[in-house]
């Protein structure tokens, strides 16, 4: 063991490792699951992997990770997760069971190291009884207000450790001093600094919350401004770095959290103290948050063994923002991060610019637990935050949309999520064709071209402004069978051949009914020449309508229309004509729908409750036009 294990009473070493079961003690870092013989098992602490090859034996009391070959006892785990010395990992380990130490050359004692981990971490277990103390003073009255005003009593309080830094110079540091620690290492813990007069308490005037480790021990505190002639103008003070305390990995709540974050697989990471509070009166016991820095990959280090995020046990990490612009901040960060974490990640926006404290204030429990359940995927936040910013009811809107979201979509690293998030992406933007789409994101995403694929050409769509007509002979003339355009040119020919039957029924399509440019113009031509309901029949029809038609492919499609033959199989008559036009209907009803959906997807229900009813009713009563027009161009016996 060396010299410096050789300090504590072998005896007392083998008491510490018995009395500690290996399982317990790892459990409060790692989610362990059974294995099989008498194993645990779950993800390393040590090395990032995402299948579990660390283990546990209870019944031998070791540990060994069979990816990075880290292993030991109980002694030599918390060594090397807390980054101790093995004689501070025997002292943490003997306090966590009440053992009293005894120390090679001197009697039974629990002094401990000076300047060592344990006594640093005794000293903020010191200052945090001080400051809950000084909570219940005359003095801390605004902490108290503070709290309450919060909707937090002194139960809550409690539970979260909060406490308050008296005013005066050095009242914390005198009573640290008085409990036997010394100077140095009140300034090496961050309680104490340098001042003019001596050393001098960190914190003054202040509301505090401790902030502990995974281990559940007091490493640094975070102290809010309450008084309006502070000097210090931050309203919000942390704890220096420390030996103890690395921002980067701690998180405030974690520890009255973490059992549950490990049982549900799932963390809520909110952006203050009083939110964590809110969240876990409300009734989310896994809301945690970063204390004195941004949330980051050391601290998604720690959550993802708590979660054991494998293949069998997928957690959820679900960031709440207070606004729109922060959270689309924060979200875009993360999406342009490496990705380890972002499809398991949501996002949570409050309304109204609301953190989760303000809106359990103003709605209730209810609403921050149903602030949770709404969340939304990171992938959906980033792209539908993003569509926001354009003319979606629009072809060029949609166009600029695609545009900026495409290559948003192609930077999605998991195959089978950006086809989805692909498809999604032409159903939010209202795009017709959704395998162009889908193609377009591949290309994008395997192209070496920043490029990326062809330009995207909007297929026709009902809202837009229709098509106008071709302008020059070189337009690109419909082929006669092609069945996507089918019923349109039968109810063309229809107009053209039997205008007695058609009349103000074929009349009244708009040129939405039309998705060809040589149609709509077509149809636009009749229209202009007075239509089928105008009493002209053949060549006098066909003549009025060819000087509304310019010269080339629109004007011999025109003259085509006019003799080809229709589909009928019996006689023409107006059932069939009927049939057809309202086949062209439903087609036309059809777009109206798809577009109709994709404006409720991009309506939340929550936010705007009237606007998405009202469209809601719309659309069913546009589906039942659809089923009804279908009906009646079967019993014409067209499609």
Known sequence: MGDVAGRIRESDIAEVRERNRIDEVVGEYVALRRAGGGSLKGLCPFHNEKTPSFNVRPTHGTFHCFGCGEGGDVIKFIQKIDLITFVEAVERLADRVGIRLTYEGGGATIQRDRGSRSRLIEAHRAAQEFYAEQLATDEARAARDFL??????????????????????????KHLLTRGFEVKELLTAGLSKEGQRGPMDRFHRRLVWPIRDVGNEVVGFGARRLFDDDRISAKYLNTAESPIYKKSQVMF?????KREIAKRHQVVVVEGYTDVMAMHAAGVPTAVASSGTAFGEDHMKVLRRLMMDDDAFRGEVIFTFDGDEAGQKAALKAFEGDQTFAGQTYIAVAPDGMDPCELRLAKGDSAVKDLVARRTPLFEFVIRSTLKNYDLDSVDGQVAALQKTVPMVASIKDRAARDGYASKLAWWVGWQDVAQVVNRVRGSAGATDKRGGAPLKQPARVGAQAPAAPTTQDVARPAPKDPRFAVQREALKAALQQPAIAGPEYDAL?????THPVYVAVHEAVLKAGGAGSGLTGPALLDAAAPHCPEGTVRRVLSELAVEPLQAKDEVDSRYISSILARLQEGLVGRQIAEIKGKLQRLSPVEAPDDYRALFGDLVALEQYKKSLGEQAAAGAWG
């Open 148 to 173: 309450s005003e919060r909707g937090f009593d002194a139960a809550a309080a409690k539970t979260f450790g909060c406490g308050y830094a008296p005013g005066g110079w050095d009242k914390l540091t």
């Open 253 to 257: 709540g974690l520890d009255l959290a």
């Open 510 to 514: 708009p040129l939405e009914a039309f």
